[in-house]
């Protein structure tokens, strides 16, 4: 299996999802800072010109976050991620859309890439403060829901903290914005497990 990420991307969610379940991979870094995802040889592999993606063993490739996050969870550790019903599958993959979708595509994205939102310089600071107002209500709502549970979803690690988990490194570790006290320390437990440890290092990002 071949997982191409870009260090400090949202790809770090995925890379601490594999490295929590101990799947063998080959880490194929795609600098975005740089253009790689745009440079010929990545775009053979994967036209979308992003991460995650990931060359399976079949040699089929797969891309999305979340679809990768469930592949991987169910092909892999089915036992340990399987979800007790199939209420409880639609709230995993309901938070996990709503941290991408929501809190990263739209909130993090404008204050980390405000210029692909306007053309005006002068604009570039209200773009941000979009983006902050949206990071910060999101952050509310999964505040409330997280509680005082180790894991977004209660007890039990799920695919969802795949995604909160790289959204906290941008929001506490990145960017340290004010965020609610729980979600700040669901970051430090999170980020000091092995495999967070293991995925940061080899993304250079400790």
């Not at 063998?24 to 440079?39: F, V």
């Not at 309901?94 to 890439?113: C, K, N, P, W």
Request: some cysteine; charged content about 25%.
């Amino acid at each position: 299996m071949k997982f191409y990420y870009s260090p400090g991307a949202c790809s770090l969610g995925i890379h601490f999802l594999i490295e929590e379940i101990g799947v063998e991979y080959e880490g194929i870094p795609i600098h975005i800072k740089n253009g790689d995802q745009l440079k010929d040889a990545y775009v053979k592999v994967n036209p979308k010109s992003k991460v995650p993606a990931i060359l399976r063993p079949d040699g089929s490739l797969l891309t999305e976050f979340g679809v990768i996050a469930h592949w991987l969870s169910q092909t892999y550790a089915k036992d340990r991620f399987a979800p007790d019903s199939f209420e409880q599958e639609l709230r995993i993959m309901e938070t996990l859309d709503y941290i991408v979708a929501t809190m990263h595509m739209q909130g993090f994205s404008r204050i980390l890439r405000p210029q692909k939102f306007t053309p005006n310089e002068a604009d570039l600071e209200w773009v941000q403060n979009n983006g902050k107002d949206i990071v910060t209500k999101a952050a509310g709502f999964l505040s409330t829901q997280l509680g005082d549970n180790p894991f977004i979803m209660g007890d039990r690690l799920a695919i969802a903290d795949a995604a909160l988990f790289y959204t906290m490194f941008w929001g506490v570790a990145r960017l340290k914005l004010d965020l609610p006290e729980n979600l700040i320390a669901y970051f430090d437990r999170m980020s000091a497990r092995p495999a967070a440890q293991r995925a940061m290092r080899l993304e250079e990002l400790i």
